[in-house]
Protein backbone atom coordinates (compact mmCIF):
# COMPACT_ATOMS: atom_id res chain seq x y z
CA UNK A 1 0.00 0.00 0.00
CA UNK A 2 2.01 3.28 -1.49
CA UNK A 3 -0.74 5.47 0.42
CA UNK A 4 -3.95 7.25 -0.17
CA UNK A 5 -5.28 7.88 -3.98
CA UNK A 6 -7.55 9.64 -5.37
CA UNK A 7 -8.74 9.98 -8.99
CA UNK A 8 -9.23 11.17 -11.87
CA UNK A 9 -6.47 13.73 -10.57
CA UNK A 10 -8.26 16.32 -12.97
CA UNK A 11 -11.44 16.87 -14.20
CA UNK A 12 -12.89 19.24 -16.52
CA UNK A 13 -16.93 19.61 -17.00
CA UNK A 14 -19.43 21.99 -17.78
CA UNK A 15 -21.50 24.42 -15.56
CA UNK A 16 -24.18 21.95 -14.91
CA UNK A 17 -22.45 18.37 -15.14
CA UNK A 18 -22.21 16.16 -12.73
CA UNK A 19 -19.03 14.26 -11.34
CA UNK A 20 -17.41 12.12 -9.38
CA UNK A 21 -14.01 11.88 -7.34
CA UNK A 22 -12.92 8.77 -5.71
CA UNK A 23 -10.97 8.37 -2.87
CA UNK A 24 -9.27 5.04 -1.99
CA UNK A 25 -7.60 5.04 1.46
CA UNK A 26 -4.77 3.38 3.29
CA UNK A 27 -6.30 -0.12 4.09
CA UNK A 28 -5.98 0.16 7.21
CA UNK A 29 -7.48 3.45 8.29
CA UNK A 30 -11.34 3.69 9.28
CA UNK A 31 -11.07 7.89 9.26
CA UNK A 32 -11.50 9.51 5.87
CA UNK A 33 -11.96 13.02 5.48
CA UNK A 34 -12.74 15.64 2.47
CA UNK A 35 -11.21 18.64 2.07
CA UNK A 36 -11.83 21.26 -0.54
CA UNK A 37 -8.91 23.68 -0.82
CA UNK A 38 -8.99 26.86 -3.86
CA UNK A 39 -5.57 28.27 -4.88
CA UNK A 40 -2.94 29.09 -1.78
CA UNK A 41 -5.44 28.82 0.38
CA UNK A 42 -5.71 26.29 3.48
CA UNK A 43 -8.09 23.25 3.16
CA UNK A 44 -11.47 23.59 3.84
CA UNK A 45 -13.42 20.53 5.96
CA UNK A 46 -16.36 19.08 3.98
CA UNK A 47 -16.87 15.88 5.73
CA UNK A 48 -15.71 12.43 7.49
CA UNK A 49 -16.41 9.40 8.05
CA UNK A 50 -15.59 6.35 10.56
CA UNK A 51 -15.50 3.44 8.82
CA UNK A 52 -18.58 3.20 6.78
CA UNK A 53 -20.79 6.12 9.03
CA UNK A 54 -20.41 9.35 8.21
CA UNK A 55 -19.90 11.92 11.03
CA UNK A 56 -19.96 14.85 10.36
CA UNK A 57 -20.71 16.94 7.65
CA UNK A 58 -19.53 20.61 7.33
CA UNK A 59 -22.68 23.61 6.44
CA UNK A 60 -20.16 24.38 3.10
CA UNK A 61 -21.65 20.86 1.85
CA UNK A 62 -24.99 21.93 -0.08
CA UNK A 63 -27.60 19.70 -1.08
CA UNK A 64 -25.43 18.94 -4.26
CA UNK A 65 -22.80 17.42 -2.55
CA UNK A 66 -23.15 13.57 -1.41
CA UNK A 67 -20.24 11.22 -0.21
CA UNK A 68 -20.25 7.84 0.52
CA UNK A 69 -18.23 5.14 1.92
CA UNK A 70 -20.10 2.20 1.32
CA UNK A 71 -17.85 -0.80 2.45
CA UNK A 72 -16.03 1.07 4.84
CA UNK A 73 -13.08 1.30 2.44
CA UNK A 74 -13.07 3.81 -0.50
CA UNK A 75 -15.37 6.77 -0.30
CA UNK A 76 -16.90 8.72 -3.37
CA UNK A 77 -17.66 12.25 -3.57
CA UNK A 78 -20.19 13.76 -5.89
CA UNK A 79 -21.05 16.81 -7.13
CA UNK A 80 -24.58 17.63 -8.76
CA UNK A 81 -25.38 20.14 -11.52
CA UNK A 82 -21.96 21.61 -11.07
CA UNK A 83 -21.06 25.32 -10.68
CA UNK A 84 -18.57 27.83 -11.35
CA UNK A 85 -17.96 27.94 -7.80
CA UNK A 86 -17.11 24.67 -7.15
CA UNK A 87 -14.04 24.99 -9.28
CA UNK A 88 -10.99 24.08 -6.92
CA UNK A 89 -8.99 21.35 -5.52
CA UNK A 90 -10.70 18.54 -3.62
CA UNK A 91 -8.71 16.18 -1.52
CA UNK A 92 -8.76 13.30 0.43
CA UNK A 93 -6.74 12.24 3.81
CA UNK A 94 -7.10 8.91 6.03
CA UNK A 95 -6.09 8.46 9.19
CA UNK A 96 -5.47 5.66 11.64
CA UNK A 97 -6.31 7.55 15.33
CA UNK A 98 -9.23 10.19 15.49
CA UNK A 99 -8.61 13.53 17.47
CA UNK A 100 -4.75 14.93 16.81
CA UNK A 101 -3.78 11.88 14.98
CA UNK A 102 -1.81 12.46 11.95
CA UNK A 103 -3.31 12.56 7.92
CA UNK A 104 -2.28 11.18 5.24
CA UNK A 105 -3.20 13.43 1.76
CA UNK A 106 -3.78 12.16 -1.41
CA UNK A 107 -2.55 13.88 -4.30
CA UNK A 108 -6.01 15.70 -4.88
CA UNK A 109 -8.57 15.42 -7.70
CA UNK A 110 -8.50 19.15 -9.18
CA UNK A 111 -11.99 19.99 -10.53
CA UNK A 112 -12.57 22.88 -13.35
CA UNK A 113 -15.90 23.98 -13.89
CA UNK A 114 -16.35 25.69 -17.14
CA UNK B 1 -16.41 29.52 13.12
CA UNK B 2 -13.38 28.55 14.53
CA UNK B 3 -10.76 30.54 12.14
CA UNK B 4 -6.64 29.75 12.26
CA UNK B 5 -5.42 33.14 10.61
CA UNK B 6 -1.78 33.03 9.82
CA UNK B 7 0.61 35.46 8.89
CA UNK B 8 2.17 36.40 6.96
CA UNK B 9 0.26 35.09 3.87
CA UNK B 10 3.14 35.51 1.39
CA UNK B 11 6.87 35.28 2.47
CA UNK B 12 9.72 35.61 -0.21
CA UNK B 13 13.21 35.37 0.91
CA UNK B 14 16.76 34.32 -0.09
CA UNK B 15 18.51 31.56 0.98
CA UNK B 16 20.38 31.66 4.39
CA UNK B 17 17.68 34.02 6.50
CA UNK B 18 15.52 33.38 8.83
CA UNK B 19 11.78 33.59 9.03
CA UNK B 20 8.48 33.43 11.47
CA UNK B 21 5.63 32.27 10.77
CA UNK B 22 2.22 32.60 12.55
CA UNK B 23 -0.46 31.07 13.60
CA UNK B 24 -3.41 32.55 15.76
CA UNK B 25 -6.59 31.85 16.65
CA UNK B 26 -9.15 32.89 19.22
CA UNK B 27 -10.14 29.02 19.94
CA UNK B 28 -8.67 26.70 22.13
CA UNK B 29 -7.39 23.50 20.81
CA UNK B 30 -6.42 20.59 22.08
CA UNK B 31 -3.45 20.04 20.08
CA UNK B 32 -2.08 21.85 16.72
CA UNK B 33 -0.20 20.53 13.71
CA UNK B 34 1.99 22.24 11.10
CA UNK B 35 2.05 20.54 7.53
CA UNK B 36 4.01 21.69 3.91
CA UNK B 37 2.28 21.58 1.05
CA UNK B 38 4.09 21.45 -2.32
CA UNK B 39 2.44 22.14 -5.64
CA UNK B 40 0.42 19.19 -6.84
CA UNK B 41 1.01 17.36 -3.67
CA UNK B 42 -1.75 16.55 -0.73
CA UNK B 43 -0.38 18.44 2.67
CA UNK B 44 1.98 16.79 4.48
CA UNK B 45 2.20 16.52 8.27
CA UNK B 46 5.74 18.06 9.67
CA UNK B 47 4.94 18.38 13.71
CA UNK B 48 2.04 17.79 16.45
CA UNK B 49 1.84 20.02 19.32
CA UNK B 50 -0.36 19.15 22.04
CA UNK B 51 0.93 20.58 25.24
CA UNK B 52 0.53 24.64 26.23
CA UNK B 53 4.24 26.25 25.71
CA UNK B 54 5.50 22.87 24.26
CA UNK B 55 8.86 23.63 21.62
CA UNK B 56 8.98 21.36 19.49
CA UNK B 57 13.05 21.10 17.17
CA UNK B 58 12.91 19.51 13.41
CA UNK B 59 16.51 20.45 12.17
CA UNK B 60 16.48 23.77 11.50
CA UNK B 61 12.46 24.34 12.26
CA UNK B 62 11.11 25.05 15.51
CA UNK B 63 8.26 25.07 16.49
CA UNK B 64 6.12 26.64 19.49
CA UNK B 65 2.50 25.93 20.73
CA UNK B 66 1.02 29.08 22.95
CA UNK B 67 0.44 27.99 26.71
CA UNK B 68 -3.36 29.00 25.98
CA UNK B 69 -3.21 27.43 23.06
CA UNK B 70 -4.95 29.23 21.00
CA UNK B 71 -1.80 30.11 18.58
CA UNK B 72 1.45 28.42 17.82
CA UNK B 73 4.74 29.62 15.68
CA UNK B 74 7.05 27.95 13.19
CA UNK B 75 10.49 29.50 12.91
CA UNK B 76 13.12 28.53 10.33
CA UNK B 77 17.06 29.01 10.73
CA UNK B 78 18.79 29.54 7.56
CA UNK B 79 16.08 28.32 5.33
CA UNK B 80 17.17 26.88 1.95
CA UNK B 81 15.10 27.00 -1.41
CA UNK B 82 13.69 23.25 -0.58
CA UNK B 83 11.57 25.09 2.33
CA UNK B 84 10.04 26.56 -0.38
CA UNK B 85 5.97 25.56 -0.35
CA UNK B 86 3.19 26.09 1.46
CA UNK B 87 3.05 26.01 5.30
CA UNK B 88 -0.60 25.24 7.01
CA UNK B 89 -1.89 25.31 10.63
CA UNK B 90 -4.33 22.69 11.66
CA UNK B 91 -5.84 22.89 14.97
CA UNK B 92 -7.83 19.72 16.47
CA UNK B 93 -11.66 20.30 16.73
CA UNK B 94 -13.60 17.40 18.14
CA UNK B 95 -12.36 14.54 15.85
CA UNK B 96 -11.77 16.83 12.40
CA UNK B 97 -8.43 19.25 11.70
CA UNK B 98 -9.46 22.80 10.85
CA UNK B 99 -6.92 24.47 8.68
CA UNK B 100 -5.07 27.92 9.05
CA UNK B 101 -5.25 30.30 5.87
CA UNK B 102 -1.98 29.27 4.86
CA UNK B 103 1.19 30.60 4.32
CA UNK B 104 2.99 30.52 0.64
CA UNK B 105 7.28 30.98 1.68
CA UNK B 106 9.04 30.99 -1.46
CA UNK B 107 13.19 30.90 -0.75
CA UNK B 108 15.36 32.10 -3.57
CA UNK B 109 19.21 30.73 -4.14
Known amino acids: DTGVSQNPRHKITKRGQNVTFRCDPI?????LYWYRQTLGQGPEFLTYFQNEAQLEKSRLLSDRFSAERPKGSFSTLEIQRTEQGDSAMYLC????FGLGGELFFGEGSRLTVL | TQLLEQSPQFLSIQEGENLTVYCNSS?????LQWYRQEPGEGPVLLVT?????EVKKLKRLTFQFGDARKDSSLHITAAQPGDTGLYLC?????????FGTGTRLQVFP
Open chain 1, 93 to 96: ASSL
Open chain 2, 27 to 31: SVFSS
Open chain 2, 49 to 53: VVTGG
Open chain 2, 90 to 98: AGANTDKLI
Open chain 1, 27 to 31: SEHNR
